[in-house]
């Protein structure tokens, strides 16, 4: 049996009452039991409930308040991803165009290979990154 430390264990419990353990929450000044199901946080002028525990959907004109607040943070959170990969494949292309211009033409098929992938481990790490914090 594997020894957990305490940290551990306390983590491990406080993940098993999370509705989605690692994802972002909704914030309406405070922070809420609602999250986003993406790895980021959301705050907006959302309108909450009486309780202030949530986001208020029950009342009609709230809901389309709401809603239309959730729209938008929807596509500033898609601009805010697009953008980030567009910035992590132009650090790649610049890794790449210095690798060719530092190794040359000649220089073998593992140097050619490596000049052109351009693709190191903290590229991979930070696509990773990307991918867990902006997927469902």
Do not use: Y
């Amino acid at each position: 049996q594997q020894q957990r430390s305490p940290h551990n264990l306390h983590a491990a419990i406080l993940r098993a009452f999370s509705p989605f353990p690692d994802k972002g929450r909704i914030f309406i000044g405070f922070c809420t039991h609602q999250t986003t199901g993406l790895g980021v946080h959301v705050a907006s002028a959302f309108i909450p409930t009486v309780e202030r525990e949530s986001i208020d959907f029950v009342d009609a004109t709230l809901a389309v308040w709401n809603s239309e607040r959730l729209a938008m943070c929807g596509v500033a959170v898609r601009a805010v991803r697009d953008l980030e990969f567009l910035a992590l494949g132009a650090q790649v292309a610049s890794v790449r165009e210095q690798r060719q211009r530092s190794t040359g033409i000649g220089g073998g098929a593992a140097a050619a290979t490596a000049a052109v992938s351009g693709v190191d481990e903290q590229h991979v790490h930070a696509a990773a990154h990307l991918l867990h914090a902006f997927q469902f």
